[in-house]
């Protein structure tokens, strides 16, 4: 267990470039020796991808959300008419 922890970290500090250029070589090393390891290196890079994906997803949601509320409700006309003012709508 304790060495998947440790491994995991250092997947981590590869794909998130944290630690020293040595223990980024030996990463690549190893994954090139390794098919294993550099399977759960392009897992952990996938997940990640999928998580920001679906973080832009929620966010561009939000952002619907408050541009409906903010301008479909009458009572922020005056923010409405300030804004579209800038941008010549």
Do not use: W
């Given at each position: 267990?304790r ?5 995991t ?81």
């Amino acid at each position: 267990m304790r060495t998947s922890l440790i491994e995991t970290e250092r997947i981590e500090k590869y794909i998130h470039p944290q630690g020293n250029v040595g223990d980024r070589l030996l990463i690549e090393a190893r994954m090139q020796i390794d098919g294993e390891l550099a399977e759960r290196v392009a897992s952990q890079k996938q997940t990640y991808q999928i998580i920001r994906e679906y973080g832009r997803k929620q966010f561009r949601a939000e952002i619907c959300q408050v541009q409906k509320k903010v301008f479909g409700d009458s009572a922020y006309k005056k923010f409405q008419t300030k804004v579209r003012s800038y941008f010549k709508f």
